[in-house]
């Protein structure tokens, strides 16, 4: 069945616009997202948007950074980006928010039943380290050939068939649904002996 990696989890989107403002963590939609989110409940967060390599720890990623220091117990996922197969050297192409030392990147791996399988990085994942030399991204997902939603063209009320994409935007909501699961996993006592509630 086609039911995502946490069919239970509970969903909230986020429309947070059309264009280069979504890149641009001083625009009205980052606080708006970042800071009422997590009040309400949300404690994981993916995003698949971005800016290119940065050539140093900057404004972008202090923003993020101050930001994730302040709500400790959320998680933000992001998508290291699609720039591998761009230049001369697939190194030194993850973009921001993915480098942000307080981000979880995503990189992209093959999938089991296309490409040369999951131990194998897709050519156009990006990579790191980032400019101050860290180690991007922190994990790697299946980003190729993936079963994902389709929508109408002018809303989401028109249903159509799931179809494959490929990306690292295919592979953060992959991590995103294992951190759902692993939050669970302790929220609801499971640790350490493997029964609903031991741990409590």
């Not at 709500?71 to 001369?88: E, H, M, R, T």
């Amino acid at each position: 069945p086609k039911e995502g990696i946490a069919p239970s989890a509970k969903i909230h989107f986020f429309d947070i616009g059309l264009g280069s403002a979504v890149n641009d963590p001083r625009e009205a939609w980052f606080s708006s997202f970042h800071d009422s989110h997590p009040r309400k409940g949300a404690k994981i967060a993916s995003g698949s948007w971005g800016f290119g390599y940065r050539t140093s720890y900057d404004w972008v990623c202090r923003l993020y950074d101050e930001l994730l220091i302040d709500y400790p117990d959320v998680l933000f996922v992001s998508s290291a980006g699609n720039s591998g197969n761009k230049f001369s050297s697939p190194y030194n192409t993850v973009g921001a928010p993915a480098s942000c030392k307080n981000v979880f990147a995503v990189g992209a791996t093959n999938n089991v039943d296309f490409g040369s399988g999951l131990s194998y990085v897709v050519d156009f994942s990006s990579r790191g380290p980032t400019a101050d030399g860290r180690t991007k991204p922190d994990i790697m997902a299946p980003g190729y050939a993936l079963n994902s939603a389709a929508s109408g063209l002018r809303d989401c009320s028109t249903p159509e068939p799931s179809y494959l994409k490929a990306g690292t935007s295919m592979a953060a909501p992959v991590v995103a649904g294992a951190g759902a699961l692993a939050r669970q996993f302790f929220q609801e006592g499971w640790y350490p002996c493997g029964s609903k509630g031991c741990g409590e």
